[in-house]
Each structure stands twice: as structure tokens, then as C-alpha cells.
């Protein structure tokens, strides 16, 4: 995520509050999330708020570790955390005086997901029904997700109707869980990698690599390339494959993963202007980040990858030379 967009995001959520005479508190997310990424700690900085987590999430960034039958103050209003492991096993819903909120845990007519990381149909049967249910049965039920804008119904209401739950038994209710196949969602690994570790995710680490370094466009470099315009170094960071294939006339070649191994002996001086470019223009700003931390003061990157170089007409040369 941008730091600008996620900025304005904390301005618009604590402006939303501000508007019906709220502060934002806490930042509590009610489990480790897998199918996205979680801001919950970029804005609990932004506002300066703690993050609050139910004590089995792995993730490092938690400020206030709960866990079942703790309660958290909001001026008079208590919130009380009641441990539902089974989406995973850091869920947890939270009991206000009118209303539950149940994150993944209990959705209106569905139900989380139990076959993702940490996930376990027994877990959520048992949480559903010692717990969950053993609370009102008038409790309003306010989900993590609610993609329809279904109107709010009761804990009784979900419990006689919600489909997931029409089965005789545990044992039944788990083997359609288990049937349930669904499609595992992008990025999941890397998804609970960043949310369960405070790691970046793969597009913030090229969106800070891009910040450090500066571009050649691909007109630029193609009057150069033209014009046999010696004074950068052009390096191509793709696999020998690619290269071997096609490749800017005049590059050397290599790749990413020896990058660091290989540079110097390319490039004894680390005043030379080095370009990387690679398919997409990606890899390639990682490279040029990495060789300005090693030294090569001037490193750059293609602004756009080799794929808009062909795109652009411009020229290739083959053969696997390096
Ligand atoms: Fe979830």
C-alpha cells in the first residue's frame, strides 16, 4: 500500500468518526487475515492508536495482545472479547450490550472459510456453538464481511437459518466444510507472510526500491542505444534464456540472482552508470536499488521493461554473450 492513499485512508476514517463526535481508539483486527493485506498497523500509526489482537496472532506489531473474557474500555461501553478459533485459530468476535461483532467467525448466511492456515471446522463448530451461541440470541450480528449489505439479523435468526449450519452434527457440519472446495485467493502466503510477520509485501518493497533510485525512460535510452552513446552500462537482468533470445544491442547479461556476486567483476568502478532493465520493469528497480546500496552511486533502471522496448519498436540484438 502507498503511504499517501494509506494516509488519507487514516484521515478518512478518523474524519468519519470525528463527524459523529468519535475518536478512534483501537485498530483491532479480529483475526490474521490470508486473502488480504492488513493496514491495520499503517493506520493505528497514522492515528495513534494501539493494534489489539487476540494473543494466539503471531504478528509482532501487536500493541494489546486479548484474549477470551477481556474486555476493552470505550468510555462506558465494554468490549468483550470471546476466543472463536476455527476460520483461524486467532479469531475472535467481540460482544457489545446490543451487538457482536464476529469478524470472519459467523457471516450473514455464510461462514469463514476453515481450509486456509490455521484454519479448523471442528474449532468453529465448537466456537460457534459453546460460545457464540451461548450468547443473547438477540444480539444483532455485524460481520467482517458483509459484500451483499445485508441488513443486520440476530444470533437466533443466524442460527436457525444460516445454511452453513442446517447439518445434524459436528461431524457433518466438518465434512461439508471440508467439501466446500474453494478457490484458494491470490497472494495468499504472501498475504499472512506480511500480516503475521509486519514484513513487506513484494509491491512495497519495488515501490520503496523506486523511491530510491531515478529512471531512463525508453526513448532516452534508444537515442543512446541509436546513437552508440557509450555512457551507461546496460544490464540486463533476466535469465539466460531471455537474454539469449533477445536483448537490447550492447547489454551484458546478469541475472538478478547473481547480481550482487557478479557486479564487480563487471564493473570495477562503482562510478560507472549502470541500467538494469528486465521483462516488466520490476526486477529491474530492484537491481538498480541494490547496486546504489552497494556503491554504484549512479545505478538506474529502464522505466518499463523489455516487453515495452519490443512494444516500442525499438531495437534487439540475440545470442547468449555476456
Ligand atoms: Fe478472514
Same mark, same amino acid.
Given at each position: 500500500?502507498?503511504?499517501?492513499?494509506?494516509?488519507?485512508?487514516? &484521515?478518512? #476514517?478518523?474524519?468519519?468518526?470525528?463527524?459523529?463526535?468519535?475518536?478512534?481508539? #483501537?485498530? =483491532? *483486527?479480529?483475526?490474521?487475515?490470508?486473502?488480504?493485506?492488513?493496514?491495520?498497523?499503517?493506520?493505528?500509526?497514522? +492515528?495513534?492508536?494501539?493494534?489489539?489482537?487476540?494473543?494466539?496472532?503471531? $504478528?509482532?506489531?501487536?500493541?494489546?495482545?486479548?484474549?477470551?473474557? *477481556?474486555?476493552?474500555?470505550?468510555?462506558?461501553?465494554? +468490549?468483550?472479547?470471546?476466543?472463536?478459533?476455527?476460520?483461524?485459530?486467532?479469531?475472535?468476535? +467481540?460482544?457489545?450490550?446490543?451487538?457482536?461483532?464476529?469478524?470472519?467467525?459467523?457471516?450473514?448466511?455464510?461462514?469463514?472459510?476453515?481450509?486456509?492456515?490455521?484454519? /479448523?471446522?471442528?474449532?468453529?463448530? *465448537?466456537?460457534?456453538?459453546?460460545?457464540?451461541?451461548?450468547?443473547?440470541?438477540?444480539?444483532?450480528?455485524?460481520?467482517?464481511? /458483509? #459484500?451483499?449489505?445485508?441488513?443486520?439479523?440476530?444470533?437466533?435468526?443466524?442460527?436457525?437459518?444460516?445454511?452453513? +449450519?442446517?447439518?445434524?452434527?459436528?461431524?457433518?457440519?466438518?465434512?461439508?466444510?471440508?467439501?466446500? /472446495?474453494?478457490?484458494?485467493?491470490?497472494?495468499?502466503?504472501?498475504?499472512?507472510?506480511? /500480516?503475521?510477520?509486519?514484513?513487506?509485501?513484494?509491491?512495497?518493497?519495488?515501490?520503496?526500491? $523506486?523511491?530510491?533510485?531515478?529512471?531512463?525512460?525508453?526513448?532516452?535510452?534508444?537515442?543512446?542505444?541509436?546513437?552508440?552513446?557509450?555512457?551507461?552500462?546496460?544490464?540486463?537482468?533476466? &535469465?539466460?534464456?531471455?537474454?539469449?533470445?533477445?536483448?537490447?544491442?550492447?547489454? =551484458?547479461? =546478469?541475472?538478478?540472482?547473481?547480481?550482487?556476486?557478479?557486479?564487480?567483476?563487471?564493473?570495477?568502478?562503482?562510478?560507472?552508470?549502470?541500467?538494469? #532493465?528486465?521483462?516488466?520493469?520490476?526486477?529491474?528497480?530492484?537491481?538498480?536499488?541494490?547496486?546504489?546500496?552497494?556503491?554504484?552511486?549512479?545505478?538506474?533502471?529502464?522505466?518499463?521493461?523489455?516487453?515495452?522496448?519490443? $512494444?516500442?519498436?525499438?531495437?534487439?540484438?540475440?545470442?547468449?554473450?555476456?
Amino acid at each position: 500500500m502507498r503511504g499517501g492513499s494509506r494516509r488519507a485512508r487514516a &484521515e478518512r #476514517y478518523a474524519a468519519t468518526a470525528a463527524a459523529r463526535g468519535l475518536a478512534i481508539q #483501537y485498530l =483491532i *483486527d479480529t483475526h490474521t487475515h490470508a486473502d488480504h493485506f492488513s493496514a491495520t498497523r499503517h493506520i493505528a500509526r497514522d +492515528l495513534g492508536a494501539p493494534v489489539v489482537m487476540h494473543r494466539a496472532s503471531p $504478528a509482532p506489531f501487536v500493541d494489546l495482545a486479548v484474549q477470551d473474557g *477481556d474486555s476493552l474500555a470505550l468510555g462506558t461501553l465494554r +468490549l468483550r472479547v470471546v476466543h472463536t478459533p476455527g476460520h483461524t485459530a486467532d479469531s475472535m468476535c +467481540l460482544v457489545l450490550p446490543d451487538r457482536v461483532l464476529t469478524g470472519d467467525t459467523l457471516l450473514l448466511g455464510s461462514l469463514g472459510r476453515t481450509d486456509l492456515p490455521t484454519g /479448523n471446522a471442528e474449532a468453529l463448530w *465448537d466456537s460457534l456453538h459453546e460460545h457464540l451461541f451461548a450468547l443473547d440470541p438477540a444480539l444483532l450480528v455485524h460481520p467482517g464481511h /458483509n #459484500y451483499k449489505s445485508a441488513p443486520p439479523t440476530t444470533l437466533a435468526e443466524q442460527r436457525a437459518t444460516n445454511p452453513r +449450519l442446517a447439518v445434524p452434527d459436528r461431524a457433518a457440519f466438518v465434512a461439508e466444510m471440508s467439501a466446500r /472446495n474453494l478457490e484458494l485467493p491470490r497472494h495468499v502466503t504472501e498475504a499472512l507472510r506480511t /500480516n503475521a510477520s509486519g514484513g513487506k509485501p513484494v509491491s512495497q518493497l519495488i515501490h520503496d526500491a $523506486a523511491r530510491a533510485i531515478a529512471f531512463m525512460s525508453i526513448g532516452e535510452l534508444r537515442r543512446r542505444v541509436e546513437e552508440r552513446r557509450s555512457e551507461v552500462a546496460i544490464v540486463d537482468v533476466r &535469465e539466460a534464456d531471455a537474454f539469449a533470445a533477445s536483448h537490447v544491442p550492447g547489454a =551484458i547479461h =546478469i541475472p538478478r540472482g547473481q547480481l550482487e556476486l557478479l557486479v564487480d567483476r563487471h564493473f570495477p568502478d562503482p562510478a560507472t552508470r549502470v541500467l538494469t #532493465y528486465c521483462e516488466f520493469g520490476k526486477i529491474s528497480t530492484l537491481a538498480a536499488a541494490t547496486l546504489r546500496q552497494m556503491g554504484f552511486a549512479s545505478a538506474i533502471a529502464l522505466d518499463g521493461g523489455f516487453r515495452d522496448w519490443v $512494444a516500442a519498436g525499438a531495437p534487439v540484438e540475440s545470442g547468449a554473450k555476456t
